[in-house]
């Protein structure tokens, strides 16, 4: 039975850990498939800034870097970020799933522009620099924000009379203004919301978490994997020196409680 890895951008207790599992009861993909959400051991507060983005890259990479010798068969990034997804498919042979990337193409499977509904401005440069990546910026019609700073661990949970309405509204200007047909949730933390759209909204609505345990199981279907001359492997694999860094940030994190 394929096993894979659902790697948790923020150290969490398995109660906030509960929030991201949730995501899987979107959609079925049968018995043949188990999932492990596994948290980083370390984490910048939030991603909102480059310092955050570096920090982010390292402890995903930290997280997933022994992915294929624990015997998983894929590996998902539960973050649009995509922090660490290159850095992985480096050094693993085994499918890494990003979901920025790929809730921006699977959009484009869908119409013709979209629009990435967010919760706070601050998140809005981690979209432009995927969107720059891909050569995308013309397909993005819109990047709305309904101004509400996200909670990484219990997402929006008892905030939902308050937020949802709050996400349809700028969903609508993103369709009705912005000239969207596809709206693209801006995190993964925003998936409680997903039902609550797409049965309001006129445009496709993308859940992108979970899109990604439907890719890891398609590739593996398929034997698909990452092109090793897009992401060639390390000539000096630094393995433990990045479990060290690793180690000496938890033990920094502990202090500073």
Same mark, same amino acid.
């Given at each position: 039975?394929?096993?894979?890895?659902?790697?948790?951008?923020?150290?969490?207790?398995?109660?906030?850990?509960? +929030? !991201?599992?949730?995501?899987?009861? #979107?959609? *079925?993909?049968?018995?043949?498939?188990?999932?492990?959400? !596994?948290?980083?051991?370390?984490?910048?507060?939030? %991603?909102?800034?480059?310092? *955050?983005?570096?920090?982010? *890259?390292?402890?995903? /990479?930290?997280?997933?870097?022994?992915?294929?010798?624990?015997?998983?068969?894929?590996?998902?990034?539960?973050?649009?970020?995509? #922090?660490?997804?290159?850095?992985?498919?480096?050094?693993?042979? $085994?499918?890494?799933?990003?979901?920025?990337?790929?809730?921006?193409?699977?959009?484009?499977?869908?119409?013709?522009?979209?629009?990435?509904l967010v919760m706070w401005d601050r998140w809005k440069p981690l979209y @432009?620099?995927?969107?720059?990546?891909?050569g995308l910026a013309a397909k993005c019609a819109s990047i709305r924000s309904?101004?509400?700073?996200?909670? +990484?661990? #219990?997402?929006?949970?008892?905030?939902?009379?308050?937020?949802?309405?709050?996400?349809?509204? @700028?969903?609508?200007?993103? $369709?009705?203004?912005?000239?969207?047909?596809?709206?693209?949730?801006?995190?993964?933390?925003?998936?409680?919301?997903?039902? %609550?759209?797409?049965?309001? =909204?006129?445009?496709?609505? $993308? +859940?992108?978490?979970?899109?990604? %345990?439907?890719?890891?199981?398609?590739?593996?279907?398929?034997? /698909?994997?990452? #092109? !090793?001359?897009? %992401?060639?492997?390390?000539? @000096?694999?630094? !393995?433990?020196?990045?479990?060290? =860094?690793? *180690? @000496?940030?938890?033990?920094?994190?502990?202090?500073?409680?």
């Amino acid at each position: 039975m394929p096993k894979v890895l659902v790697i948790v951008p923020f150290p969490m207790t398995e109660a906030e850990l509960a +929030n !991201r599992r949730e995501q899987l009861g #979107s959609l *079925d993909l049968g018995d043949g498939m188990t999932f492990e959400f !596994r948290p980083v051991r370390f984490a910048p507060a939030n %991603y909102t800034s480059h310092h *955050d983005a570096s920090l982010a *890259d390292v402890s995903i /990479l930290d997280a997933g870097i022994d992915a294929e010798r624990e015997g998983f068969d894929a590996v998902c990034i539960d973050t649009m970020s995509d #922090s660490g997804l290159s850095a992985l498919r480096s050094v693993l042979s $085994i499918p890494v799933i990003g979901p920025g990337r790929h809730a921006m193409l699977a959009a484009l499977m869908l119409g013709e522009r979209f629009s990435i509904l967010v919760m706070w401005d601050r998140w809005k440069p981690l979209y @432009a620099k995927t969107l720059g990546e891909l050569g995308l910026a013309a397909k993005c019609a819109s990047i709305r924000s309904i101004g509400v700073e996200p909670d +990484n661990r #219990s997402l929006l949970v008892g905030k939902e009379d308050d937020v949802f309405p709050k996400l349809e509204a @700028a969903a609508l200007r993103c $369709i009705d203004e912005d000239g969207a047909d596809a709206i693209i949730l801006g995190s993964t933390t925003m998936h409680q919301a997903h039902a %609550y759209l797409a049965a309001r =909204l006129p445009v496709p609505v $993308i +859940n992108p978490g979970p899109l990604t %345990y439907r890719l890891a199981d398609t590739a593996l279907k398929l034997g /698909l994997t990452h #092109s !090793r001359p897009a %992401y060639p492997a390390p000539l @000096a694999p630094k !393995r433990d020196m990045i479990k060290a =860094l690793g *180690d @000496a940030a938890v033990a920094a994190a502990a202090q500073a409680r």
